[in-house]
């Protein structure tokens, strides 16, 4: 499965991104993403119900998730206060393990 992250915002700006082939990670890491991708519901959300509103939150993440497997892709653009909380544990999940692949750059 591929995974495309994007996210900007919070209190310091921040401009995040990260991708990855999940079958390229280590197992550990690769089942974590997994296990939240399907807790998370991700590709059976519709992005209707997700999408960034005109609500805007002083500090939020707006957050961009691009899946691709196999037989499916989706794509979410959505801020995270405003997404249900299976999806913001993902985001900061992912948010964590952009971080940490920035500093290796």
């Given amino acids: 499965m591929r995974i495309e992250y994007k996210c ?4 310091g700006g921040l401009r995040l991104f990260y991708q990855c082939e ?11 993403i997994l296990d939240l991708i399907d ?5 059976k959300l519709d992005p ?13 993440f707006a957050c961009l998730l ?10 979410l653009s959505f801020n995270e206060l405003d997404a249900p909380e299976s999806l913001r544990r993902l985001s900061a999940y992912l948010r964590k393990l952009a971080i940490k692949q ?4």
């Fill in 8 to 11: 900007t915002g919070g209190y």
């Fill in 22 to 32: 999940t079958d390229a990670l280590p197992a550990d890491e690769s089942k974590k």
């Fill in 39 to 43: 807790a998370a519901r991700v590709l």
């Fill in 48 to 60: 209707e119900q997700v999408s960034v509103g005109s609500r805007r939150i002083p500090d939020d």
């Fill in 66 to 75: 691009k899946i691709t497997s196999k037989k499916d892709k989706q794509t």
């Fill in 102 to 105: 920035q500093g290796r750059q």
